[in-house]
């Protein structure tokens, strides 16, 4: 049995042993501050030029550009909308259903730049050697990939200008929408269609204007400019960013004298001044 000092001396091992008592530990340290970018990958070399430019100016958070295919890419920014996180979108369709959603919000959202690139139709390079929009009228052509014009600016503006061209009647019945995971020149390729409606920076855009088209894919013909209004590059702050400042500096630095010089350089027209 255990009696006086001995007591205390082992009271005095089992406190040094157990470090502080409950409700006096130390804070743990905030996590430094970060950001996830999405991107569509049309942009993803601007973007992630941009995004080294700004670290330059903000060079403590790490920030990551996350690139994936338009319509997939709105997915992975639903399901992200708690995250530090920005959204970049090819248009205004794309971004009014992440608003619509609720993963950004209306007031947040700015044009930085203006998508420049046409709309063209695309056909594996061994099935013919014609070069007409009116080839996708023929026989040989059963099935178009178009993407939801609900959905995506790609297919609203394709929509249209097959509309403006008259070929819309004879065309609307092969349309077949893919997926939005869906690698859509690989899936043409692999015999799911025979034709697809594409921007044309898309068939470079691994290497930007200046690499060569895959010798796979052909340029069937390109839909004349001004079937619908221009189509905006934008950005915004998810709703819920844990990092809200550093997510709306990212943002303004898109508008700002350095970014639209870095987005420049990358290919991208910015905004008018007029227009930010």
């Known amino acids: 049995m255990l009696r006086g000092s001995s007591w205390l001396a082992v009271l005095a091992i089992a406190l040094a042993g157990c470090g502080r008592p409950s409700g006096t530990a130390e804070k743990a340290s905030p996590k430094p501050a970060a950001l996830e970018v999405y991107a569509p990958c049309l942009l993803s070399i601007p973007i992630q030029k941009a995004v080294a430019r700004f670290q330059q100016s903000h060079p403590g958070p790490e920030i990551s550009v996350l690139v994936d295919k338009p319509l997939a890419q709105l997915a992975e920014v639903e399901s992200a909308a708690h995250s530090a996180g920005v959204a970049i979108t090819l248009g205004e369709i794309e971004m009014d259903s992440l608003v619509a959603a609720g993963v950004v919000r209306s007031e947040g959202v700015k044009a930085f730049g203006v998508n420049t690139y046409p709309i063209v139709a695309v056909a594996p390079a061994a099935v013919r050697q014609a070069s007409s929009l009116k080839e996708l009228a023929s026989p040989t052509i059963k099935r178009i990939f178009i993407e939801d014009p609900a959905r995506s600016s790609l297919g609203d503006r394709a929509t249209r200008g ?30 799911k269609a025979e034709a697809a409606m594409v921007f044309k920076g898309c068939l470079f855009a691994e290497k930007g204007p200046q690499g060569a088209m895959p010798k796979t894919i052909r340029v069937v013909g390109e839909l004349p400019a001004g079937s619908g209004p221009p189509i905006s590059y934008l950005a915004a702050p998810l709703a819920e960013t844990t990092s809200p400042e550093l997510a709306r500096d990212f943002v303004g630095f898109l508008l700002s004298p350095e970014g639209r010089q870095a987005l420049r350089e990358a290919g991208v027209t910015p905004v008018p001044e007029r227009s930010r």
């Open 162 to 191: 097959l509309k403006d061209a008259g070929l819309w009647p004879a065309v609307s019945a092969k349309v077949v929408r893919p997926e939005p995971n869906a690698m859509i020149l690989a899936e043409m390729l692999s015999g």
